[in-house]
């Protein structure tokens, strides 16, 4: 009876679904296991081994081996850097780069000739690990994303002056390019509407004594029909739509004072680190300028498993705007500004003078400012506890009367009976 038994479950598919399953994922695990251990390392035409490096652009590779030391093994892990350039090598790249840079930045226009709408301003050549960072002569009719400023811009166009400096490692080139930007195309409709609303201007100064504006009978050539736009009284209506928009813009607006209150909440609570950091850096040597670089790009690398945090995005954002051409100190005093906490214009402040005098004394007044930083943040802490004892208290009322509601009702009526 067992072996019927054995037999009538193998029969069943669900049996042999499952053992399909197993066996196929056996045979990849074979497969996938022999692979990855038959690799063997390369070696050179001198008998040494060697492992082979990413291509320029690629970044770093990191690998996995065994060194075998007598009798004993260990397993390392290995970091090889990516390919790296020759000094004539970089030179020829850098040359090629600018060369194809213009074509690159062109974005929806044809040359730089002619310029109508945004370049894109790329801060990365592909597949060489240059960078580029722009600086414009003309910034009120583009930024440095590209973008274009329409009513500062001319009909018959202007000028721009862009210098792209290309960076790799420590070495540098700048290259220069022009471009004649216009105002964007208008459509049709866009063209008729300025060449009336010209026409109406014109005619008003004309009649500016008279007790009526004359609505010209033709505009650039062709006859106008003028009358009155539709009335729109009927969409009183949505007044009482309009009742419940505002309800939701209250709760809106309640959310967003609540959000701004977690930021700057969160900003004092990371202030001290930042000065801490800051301070660290200062210590050992480094310039202003690098100390704010090593706290945000050691942000922007963690960013992604720890969150964003407002203090530090504002360093990133300050940070951007240095190597985008912007003066420093005036970068240090803005990201106070845009922090809008007393302590971060303190510090910013603090920055800024100290570029203008000299960064003596700077360690003191850091660890000054760390100091009452740090007290606080205790209170602060303190302040939150306190804070949250006070909102406990809420649900433990609400679990008291359901203790009671279990105790006393059966008791009533146990009572009644």
């Given at each position: 009876?067992?072996?019927?038994?054995?037999?009538?479950?193998?029969?069943?598919?669900?049996?042999?679904?499952?053992?399909?399953?197993?066996?196929?994922?056996?045979?990849?695990?074979?497969?996938?296991?022999?692979?990855?251990?038959?690799?063997?390392?390369?070696?050179?035409?001198?008998?040494?081994?060697?492992?082979?490096?990413?291509?320029?652009?690629?970044?770093?590779?990191?690998?996995?081996?065994?060194a075998?030391?007598?009798?004993?093994?260990?397993?390392?892990?290995?970091?090889?850097?990516?390919?790296?350039?020759?000094?004539?090598?970089?030179?020829?790249?850098?040359?090629?780069?600018?060369?194809?840079?213009?074509?690159?930045?062109?974005?929806?226009?044809?040359?730089?000739?002619?310029?109508?709408?945004?370049?894109?301003l790329?801060?990365?050549?592909?597949?060489?690990?240059?960078?580029?960072?722009?600086?414009?002569?003309?910034?009120?009719?583009m930024?440095?994303?590209?973008?274009?400023?329409?009513?500062?811009?001319?009909?018959?166009?202007?000028?721009?002056k862009?210098?792209?400096?290309?960076?790799?490692?420590?070495?540098?080139?700048?290259?220069?390019?022009?471009?004649?930007?216009?105002?964007?195309l208008?459509?049709?409709?866009?063209?008729?509407?300025?060449?009336?609303?010209e026409?109406?201007?014109?005619?008003?100064?004309?009649?500016?004594?008279?007790?009526?504006?004359?609505l010209?009978?033709?505009?650039?050539?062709e006859p106008?029909?003028?009358?009155?736009?539709?009335?729109?009284?009927?969409?009183?209506?949505?007044?009482?739509?309009?009742?419940?928009?505002?309800?939701?813009?209250?709760?809106?607006?309640?959310?967003?004072?609540?959000?701004?209150?977690?930021?700057?909440?969160?900003?004092?609570?990371?202030?001290?680190?930042?000065?801490?950091?800051?301070?660290?850096?200062?210590?050992?040597?480094?310039?202003?300028?690098?100390?704010?670089?090593?706290?945000?790009?050691?942000?922007?690398?963690?960013?992604?498993?720890?969150?964003?945090?407002?203090?530090?995005?504002?360093?990133?954002?300050?940070?951007?705007?240095?190597?985008?051409?912007?003066?420093?100190?005036?970068?240090?005093?803005?990201?106070?500004?845009?922090?809008?906490?007393?302590?971060?214009?303190?510090?910013?402040?603090?920055?800024?003078?100290?570029?203008?005098?000299?960064?003596?004394?700077?360690t003191?007044?850091?660890?000054?400012?760390?100091?009452?930083?740090?007290?606080?943040?205790?209170?602060?802490?303190?302040?939150?506890?306190?804070?949250?004892?006070?909102?406990?208290?809420?649900?433990?009322?609400?679990?008291?009367?359901?203790?009671?509601?279990?105790?006393?009702?059966?008791?009533?009526?146990?009572?009644?009976?």
């Amino acid at each position: 009876m067992g072996w019927k038994l054995v037999k009538k479950k193998m029969k069943d598919p669900v049996y042999i679904k499952s053992g399909i399953a197993v066996a196929v994922s056996a045979v990849c695990f074979t497969g996938v296991f022999l692979w990855d251990n038959a690799k063997e390392i390369e070696k050179n035409e001198s008998g040494q081994k060697i492992l082979q490096r990413n291509q320029h652009g690629q970044g770093d590779s990191s690998v996995q081996i065994r060194a075998e030391v007598g009798e004993e093994k260990e397993d390392i892990s290995v970091t090889v850097s990516e390919q790296a350039y020759t000094e004539e090598e970089l030179e020829a790249v850098f040359q090629e780069a600018s060369v194809i840079l213009e074509d690159m930045i062109l974005g929806e226009n044809k040359s730089l000739d002619e310029i109508r709408t945004g370049l894109s301003l790329i801060q990365e050549i592909p597949d060489t690990g240059i960078s580029v960072s722009w600086e414009l002569d003309r910034y009120d009719v583009m930024d440095l994303q590209g973008n274009l400023i329409p009513e500062k811009i001319p009909e018959d166009g202007t000028m721009v002056k862009l210098s792209a400096s290309l960076l790799y490692e420590d070495k540098k080139a700048v290259y220069e390019f022009y471009a004649r930007v216009y105002p964007p195309l208008r459509s049709s409709s866009e063209r008729m509407r300025k060449k009336l609303e010209e026409g109406l201007i014109e005619s008003d100064e004309v009649t500016r004594t008279e007790e009526y504006l004359v609505l010209p009978d033709q505009i650039g050539g062709e006859p106008v029909e003028w009358d009155y736009a539709e009335d729109t009284r009927a969409f009183g209506i949505l007044i009482l739509g309009a009742g419940c928009a505002a309800m939701i813009c209250v709760s809106e607006k309640q959310s967003v004072k609540k959000e701004e209150k977690r930021r700057i909440r969160e900003m004092k609570l990371d202030y001290p680190q930042i000065i801490n950091k800051f301070n660290l850096y200062i210590s050992a040597g480094m310039t202003i300028r690098r100390a704010w670089f090593c706290i945000a790009g050691d942000y922007e690398k963690k960013r992604k498993n720890f969150g964003t945090r407002a203090a530090y995005e504002e360093m990133v954002y300050t940070m951007h705007e240095i190597q985008g051409g912007a003066p420093e100190g005036e970068c240090y005093e803005k990201y106070g500004i845009r922090c809008g906490i007393s302590g971060y214009r303190k510090f910013g402040t603090m920055l800024s003078q100290n570029l203008r005098k000299g960064s003596r004394g700077i360690t003191e007044l850091l660890s000054r400012e760390a100091e009452e930083a740090f007290e606080d943040r205790k209170n602060l802490a303190k302040k939150l506890g306190e804070e949250a004892g006070t909102k406990m208290m809420i649900p433990m009322f609400i679990m008291l009367a359901v203790v009671f509601i279990i105790v006393i009702v059966p008791a009533f009526f146990s009572i009644q009976i």
